[in-house]
């Protein structure tokens, strides 16, 4: 059964930085692509970043560029989101999702991921 799960969300005053991981339970998670998505209340689900499965292809969202970047080590199964110079608007509910029909590319829409993970909440003060 694969298992996605999210950790590393928290509180943090605008201008901070938290650094979120989601660690895989795969054999072959070099094998997938993964995706961050985020959804703060009353809004839809939508995609900050992704990672191919090799690393090499990585895409943001505007509202992100400049201020995440998105890696992930294959050897430990996880893939991080280290967010910088954070924002009120940023505070939402962090999902990571994966998917081996991405092979070489990843996209920051959600349908073609498969798995998911149950959230991290992460909230900015201003």
């Known amino acids: 059964e694969v298992q996605l799960v999210e950790s590393g969300g928290g509180l943090v005053q605008a201008g901070g930085s938290l650094r979120l991981s989601c660690a895989a339970s795969?054999?072959?998670?070099?094998?997938?692509?993964i995706g961050w998505f985020r959804q703060a209340p009353g809004k839809e689900r939508e995609g900050v970043s992704c990672?191919?499965?090799?690393?090499?292809?990585?895409y943001y969202a505007d509202s992100v560029k400049g201020r995440f970047t998105i890696s992930r080590d294959n050897a430990k199964n996880t893939v991080y989101l280290q967010m910088s110079s954070l924002k009120p608007e940023d505070t939402a509910v962090y999902f990571c999702?994966?998917?081996?029909?991405?092979?070489?590319?990843?996209?920051?829409?959600?349908?073609?991921?498969?798995?998911w993970g149950q959230g991290t909440q992460v909230t900015v003060s201003s």
């Open positions: 999702a994966m998917t081996r029909s991405l092979l070489g590319l990843c996209v920051l829409f959600p349908a073609p991921y498969d798995y």
């Open positions: 795969v054999f072959t998670f070099d094998a997938y692509a």
């Open positions: 990672i191919s499965n090799s690393g090499a292809s990585t």
